[in-house]
């Protein structure tokens, strides 16, 4: 009789984990998903910033022709896989040759360029909390149970978003400052 009830427990016991678990597995599914909702619009902000600083004729033809075109194209890919990733890397190193070939733009101040300063600081807050959440998912579903008993399901691997999200400008603003600093007094 001992031995029925230690059996019966300890099968109670493993479901309720499994069980746990599972639900945890779900959570971080969601999680995943808003994270990710979250970095799809980020980016799209980042693109229309881009495209309203491509339009405002303070770049050069060619290099603004160039931002607007990168810009579009991220726009319109969808998702986060790895056509979205290219995307988004030429749109940041196109904001980098910007920034090479009219510095003075990038002055903070105006609308265009607070816009995507602010556009590109929530893209790289997004795309942490995004990878964090794949992360966690990853971890937990990565461990032998999950992947024995297939708690996620049908649910796709998540995959982490890497892209360059350094603002341009931050070599900009640091110059400036030193120059500020290094003025002489009075």
Known sequence: MGLAVGFVLVVVLAVAYLSWT???????HQR??????ALEAQLV????????????RALPAPVAD????????????????CE??????????Q???????????FVPGSE?????????????????????AVLGALDV????????????????????FEIDDTLPWESVSRSAHADRDAAPLG
């Open 22 to 28: 599972a639900s945890r597995l779900d959570r971080l």
């Open 32 to 37: 995943v998903d808003t994270a990710g909702a």
């Open 45 to 56: 902000q980042r693109a229309s910033a881009c495209r309203t600083l491509a339009s405002v």
């Open 66 to 81: 160039t931002l607007g075109r990168r810009a579009g194209v991220s726009l319109a890919t969808a998702g986060l896989g």
């Open 84 to 93: 979205r990733e290219a995307a988004e890397n030429l749109l940041s190193r």
């Open 95 to 105: 904001l980098h040759a910007c920034l090479q070939a009219a510095p003075t733009v």
């Open 112 to 132: 265009p360029v607070d816009d995507l300063l602010g556009a590109a600081a929530g893209v790289a807050f997004a795309r942490r909390f995004y990878n964090d």
């Open 141 to 160: 579903r990565q461990r032998r149970l999950p992947r024995l008993f297939r708690l996620a399901g049908h649910a796709e691997m998540p995959a982490c």
